[in-house]
């Protein structure tokens, strides 16, 4: 379970909408690993975020709470929280999709009705997917992916909402690769 004083911290810095450093342990090898994001929402079990790579935008990442570890905005953090303002964080801010994140069941929901395009994570090397959700419950999210040479699959994968770790949507990746998906379904 995350700590409190975790959770104020992201509360706060999503009212401040502040650069910051995020820890979380990598399920595959059980090491830490950092995140640089601006948070933008919580809820009780997990956190929507605007990830940034060396100063540019990466699109969006929805994570569990549980595997939090850390949260940093030290001197080095001031000065970046600086730097992607002045770069048009606080636009991407504002255009951010309106996403329920009270849990994987409801998050997913809102993806597939918004027709996004995600990555699923779940914590092992190797084992993303991508493609459009097609259904959730509160057990499972069934998904229609497609393969390294953009054809849709055709049958659904399926993965336990237990396992799921982290999604991302509208990152650099998934808005060049859906250009030249194949569109027959």
Same mark, same amino acid.
């Given at each position: 379970?995350?700590?409190?004083?975790?959770?104020?911290?992201?509360?706060?810095?999503?009212?401040?909408? %502040?650069?910051?450093?995020?820890?979380?342990?990598?399920?595959?090898?059980?090491?830490?690993?950092?995140?640089?994001?601006?948070?933008?929402?919580?809820?009780?079990?997990?956190?929507?975020?605007?990830?940034?790579?060396?100063?540019?935008?990466?699109?969006?990442?929805?994570?569990?709470?549980?595997?939090?570890?850390?949260?940093?905005?030290?001197?080095?953090?001031?000065?970046?929280? %600086?730097?992607?303002?002045?770069?048009?964080?606080?636009?991407?801010?504002?255009?951010?999709?309106?996403?329920?994140?009270?849990?994987?069941?409801?998050?997913?929901?809102?993806?597939?009705?918004?027709?996004?395009?995600?990555?699923?994570?779940?914590?092992?090397?190797?084992?993303?997917?991508?493609?459009?959700?097609?259904?959730?419950?509160? %057990?499972?999210?069934?998904?229609?992916?497609?393969?390294?040479?953009?054809?849709?699959?055709?049958?659904?994968?399926?993965?336990?909402?237990?396992?799921?770790?982290?999604?991302?949507?509208?990152?650099?990746?998934?808005?060049?690769?859906?250009?030249?998906?194949?569109?027959?379904?």
């Amino acid at each position: 379970m995350i700590k409190a004083s975790l959770v104020s911290a992201l509360k706060s810095h999503i009212e401040n909408q %502040r650069y910051i450093e995020i820890t979380f342990i990598s399920l595959e090898d059980m090491k830490a690993e950092t995140i640089c994001c601006i948070p933008l929402s919580i809820s009780g079990k997990l956190l929507l975020m605007l990830v940034f790579i060396d100063f540019l935008p990466d699109g969006y990442r929805i994570m569990r709470l549980q595997d939090i570890s850390k949260v940093d905005y030290d001197e080095t953090c001031r000065y970046f929280d %600086r730097i992607v303002k002045q770069e048009g964080a606080l636009q991407l801010i504002k255009k951010a999709p309106d996403i329920l994140i009270e849990d994987w069941k409801s998050t997913f929901a809102s993806l597939r009705d918004k027709g996004i395009i995600v990555i699923i994570d779940i914590g092992k090397e190797g084992c993303i997917h991508i493609g459009e959700v097609v259904e959730s419950t509160a %057990r499972e999210v069934r998904m229609r992916c497609f393969s390294p040479v953009g054809v849709w699959d055709d049958g659904e994968w399926h993965e336990l909402i237990k396992n799921i770790t982290y999604v991302e949507f509208s990152t650099h990746y998934t808005n060049t690769y859906t250009k030249y998906i194949y569109k027959i379904k």
